[in-house]
């Protein structure tokens, strides 16, 4: 075969090929090719350090490209970091630059209004003649329908409680005046121009009576240009709009009762006249519709009643059908008439009975339309104020959900117009309060819409959205969805917001998020503790609940007990517990309880001075803080230290008192504490020295269900630590009888601690004849059959020190047929109850007939066994100090211990 420059192997060539291939190599080297380049840099590589392998070369080289590759991504993040923040800073300056060009809009417009108002004035070519001039000046100029955009500021939003503690009060939105601050401003100027009228009664009574007269020409003279058909339709509407600047300028007065009637004509006019109108006409009337019903709503605030027998306003609407009518009216193609339907409905629906039968009227469905189809934005604005405002009822919630509303409301959240998704987070703040809306909102993705709208550059809105949230975080799946799409962090960084309504949304929206054990820990990792400590200390109440209900639940995880301490949040929240505000002072008590569970915590605690504010508030709180102070006492007494601190700060006297409350929960902590504090020999002195013993007594001879269980046992446990200094008082206090009576308990805590009194008791020589002579005896070989080791221990011990030297008490043990119980005994598992036994049979073979007995039912036999295969050396030590009783009472017996050759 041969090659296309001559036959293979030709010398001559060779030097060709071989410059072509240095050409190839140059070019690649001067465009500087990536895999020439490598080759390049790997031969000087190993060509500069002949020692290492290639393959040292090759990983060396490749650690260094991925340190330059982390270097490299380190950078692209912060340039990426650094255009959102540009980008979000555009879009601020974009939405700022929108607003002002709204304004300079609507300025125009006021301008164009005023200038047709004095040309008419100016012309007299006015048709109502009325005698405006000398009753209230100069007319009003008209706002016009742009003046119902301006945004309506709302009351933040209340969403309902956390799980744990209980929710904040829900509070109604407040509504706006409906014209814009410029207008407020000039109609308030204009009014104190208004002449004043005289100062004498009877001068006062003559001009409101000409003012009467006036107002009732007014409503007759807009009724009469309605039902004159000869009246063209521009001065319809002149004249309808100089009676809607009239109602503007008297908006905030209430009603006279004597023209009361007379404005119920004019509204059954309008309303009569509403249909059959052209649109144009149509929005006219509608903006009156709301003028009067804003009066009447002032009216109604301002305590006015109507004359007897007058219907109310919304009575007027309902007698006309007009719900009916507004969804027609909804419906229209008129963007005006769609809008202005839109506001009447939201000023007239104010109790829930209006809310829900516009609902029925299918209202909701015709508002979900607009909202599914509408582009008009002022028409949208309107559309969901009016619906936000029916969510209100738990009804229309259900309704909206079914007709496609919420999921129409959760696509407006794409929108960049502000009032738009100001009025749609506020729609789904009120519509989330629903359970089944919550799991609706995840099911259609509209909890990732939602949590993006965190980030909006609007405090308003951030506000309202972090509400929303608050509130679908109370159902479980959505607590693990919000955290997985990110949304912790994002709550925590609204935290450091300046507006006080972000920080109270923000805060509610992780207290309900933090019930949840992972976002609990989640909440530490993204450092949200600091944030929520400083808002401890904000002067707005709702934070400061918010933010201690969200610790106290983070404070269920250990790790974040420790943090909570090192970031020093208990100071401040020790502080909370004198606060006014008793939700605050659960929340705090409630993350201070669990906090406590840490022994670091409980040392802290005490340097801080808390448990001398426990002890100081136990009598100056509601129960539910009670309940937790008692909870965080009992929890801290478990330290020596602080047992010595309850006593020094007068704790005991507190507590025996704390005692009389009705309340099951903290009686049972109360006594917990006691218990607690009784195992330090100079704390049971304080305690004899105040009664406790008396008291304690007092609660066992209580109504059995005034008593649980942990009372019980408690009282018992408190009696048996109190009885190793104190013998007498507690049989003279009526103790001995109390603990007997708890030997018949069916819980086997109480028997125990009652059992143990009791052992204690009897090493006393007088009570060991008081438990007999009040049926201690018979009480204890009862519990002989329990089947709880530390019982049997207890009680066979108690047995034993009863027939301790005491005749009487052997010769009824002996009747009662205990010894056979006792010796079954011998064969326990337990070397306690082992030893209990064979002492308790040494001390009863002090009577001939019990040393007879234990032999005959096989007492010596296994004492004997036990004494020389017994793998405890105290048993074996026991086994034959007892045998060796037993065969010094019988010495004919041959019952003695057998000896190895």
């Not at 809310?355 to 509408?374: C, E, P, R, T, W």
């Not at 949304?505 to 400590?533: F, H, M, S, Y």
């Not at 406590?596 to 001398?612: C, E, P, R, Y």
Request: hydrophobic share 40%; glycine share 4%.
């Amino acid at each position: 075969m041969e090659a296309r420059g001559g036959p293979v192997g030709d010398e001559h060539q060779q030097p060709d090929i071989a410059y072509q291939l240095w050409s190839i190599l140059h070019r690649a080297e001067e465009e500087m090719d990536p895999m020439v380049k490598f080759a390049l840099d790997l031969k000087e590589e190993v060509e500069g350090n002949p020692r290492t392998t290639l393959k040292d070369h090759l990983t060396h080289k490749l650690e260094i490209l991925k340190k330059d590759e982390r270097n490299l991504l380190n950078q692209i993040e912060v340039k990426s970091n650094a255009k959102e923040k540009l980008a979000m800073e555009m879009k601020k300056f974009d939405v700022a630059l929108k607003q002002l060009d709204e304004k300079k809009r609507a300025i125009r417009l006021h301008q164009k209004y005023t200038d047709n108002c004095l040309k008419d004035l100016l012309s007299k070519e006015s048709v109502l003649k009325l005698d405006i001039i000398q009753t209230t000046g100069t007319p009003q100029t008209n706002a016009g329908f742009e003046r119902e955009r301006d945004v309506q500021q709302q009351s933040p939003m209340q969403p309902p409680a956390p799980q744990q503690p209980q929710p904040p009060t829900q509070t109604q939105p407040q509504f706006a005046a409906n014209i814009s601050a410029q207008q407020q401003q000039h109609n308030v100027q204009h009014m104190e121009t208004i002449p004043q009228r005289g100062s004498s009664a009877s001068s006062n009574s003559s001009n409101e009576s000409y003012g009467t007269q006036s107002d009732a020409r007014r409503i007759d003279a807009v009724l009469w240009h309605l039902q004159n058909k000869q009246v063209k339709e521009q001065d319809v509407q002149r004249s309808l709009s100089e009676f809607e600047s009239y109602c503007l300028s008297i908006d905030e007065a209430p009603w006279e009762a004597s023209l009361y009637t007379h404005w119920i004509r004019c509204t059954n006019g309008l309303l009569q006249h509403l249909m059959g109108a052209l649109p144009a006409l149509q929005a006219f009337i509608l903006r009156c519709l709301i003028e009067i019903v804003k009066r009447w709503n002032t009216s109604v605030q301002a305590g006015r009643s109507r004359p007897n027998g007058e219907p109310s306003i919304p009575d007027v609407f309902l007698q006309n059908k007009a719900l009916e009518l507004f969804v027609k009216l909804l419906h229209s193609v008129n963007i005006e008439v769609k809008a202005d339907t839109a506001m009447l409905v939201t000023t007239l629906t104010t109790d829930l009975p209006l809310k829900d039968s516009f609902g029925a009227a299918g209202g909701v469905h015709a508002l979900v339309s607009i909202l599914k189809q509408s582009n008009n934005e002022f028409v949208l604005e309107k559309a969901l104020t009016c619906v936000w405002h029916l969510a209100m009822s738990d009804t229309n919630k259900t309704v909206i959900r079914e007709a496609g509303g919420l999921v129409a409301i959760v696509d407006l959240l794409h929108t960049e117009n502000d009032v738009i998704l100001e009025n749609a987070t506020i729609a789904l703040g009120y519509l989330t309060r629903d359970d089944s809306n919550k799991i609706a909102i995840r099911k259609c993705d509209g909890l990732e819409k939602l949590i993006a709208t965190l980030y909006y550059p609007s405090e308003s809105i951030q506000s309202k959205a972090a509400g929303a949230l608050w509130n679908c975080a109370s159902n479980t799946e959505n607590k693990v969805v919000i955290r997985q799409l990110g949304s912790i962090a994002a709550l925590i960084d609204l935290l450091s917001s300046r507006n006080e309504s972000v920080q109270e949304n923000a805060a509610g929206g992780l207290w309900n998020c933090a019930v949840d054990t992972e976002n609990k820990r989640l909440v530490r990792e993204l450092g949200g503790l600091q944030p929520l400590i400083q808002l401890l200390s904000s002067p707005v109440e709702s934070v400061v609940e918010n933010a201690s209900g969200t610790l106290w639940n983070c404070a269920a995880v250990g790790e974040n007990r420790v943090a909570i301490r090192k970031l020093g949040g208990l100071d401040p929240l020790l502080k909370l517990l004198l606060a006014r505000n008793e939700n605050i002072q659960e929340n705090a008590a409630g993350a201070i309880r669990n906090c406590a569970i840490n022994d670091q915590n409980k040392v802290a605690l005490k340097d801080l001075g808390g448990l001398h504010l426990f002890i100081d508030l136990l009598d100056k709180t509601k129960y539910s803080v009670l309940e937790k102070l008692t909870s965080t006492l009992w929890i801290c007494s478990i330290n020596n230290d602080n047992k010595h601190v309850i006593r020094e700060c007068n704790g005991f006297p507190k507590l025996l008192k704390v005692l009389n409350h009705e309340n099951f929960s903290i009686k049972e902590k109360a006594l917990g504490i006691l218990r607690n504090c009784s195992t330090l020999a100079e704390n049971r002195e304080a305690l004899i020295h105040c009664n406790a013993i008396a008291k304690l007594v007092e609660i066992l001879n209580g109504p059995p269900d005034k008593l649980t269980p942990g009372m019980r046992e408690y009282a018992a446990a408190t009696l048996w630590n109190v009885a190793r200094d104190d013998k007498v008082t507690a049989r003279s206090e009526g103790a001995i009888r109390a603990l007997c009576n708890l030997l018949a308990d069916k819980t086997d805590s109480v028997v125990e601690n009652a059992a143990g009194s009791l052992l204690s008791l009897t090493i006393n020589t007088d009570n060991k004849d008081h438990v007999r002579e009040i049926g201690g005896i018979q009480a204890l070989v009862r519990c002989l059959s329990s089947k709880n080791d530390f019982i049997l221990e207890n009680v066979t011990g108690a047995l034993k020190n009863c027939t301790s030297n005491n005749s009487r008490n052997q010769e009824l043990v002996r009747e009662l047929d205990a010894i056979p119980k006792v010796v079954g005994l011998l064969k326990s598992e337990n070397e306690n109850v082992i030893r209990e036994a064979a002492l308790c049979l040494k001390n009863l073979a002090a009577d001939r007939e019990n040393n007879e007995l234990i032999a005959k039912f096989g007492g010596v036999t296994k004492l004997q066994e036990l004494a020389e295969r017994s793998t405890s050396e105290s048993i074996k030590k026991v086994a034959s100090f007892s045998l060796s009783s037993l065969s010094k009472h019988d010495p004919l017996s041959h019952h003695a211990v057998s000896r190895k050759p």
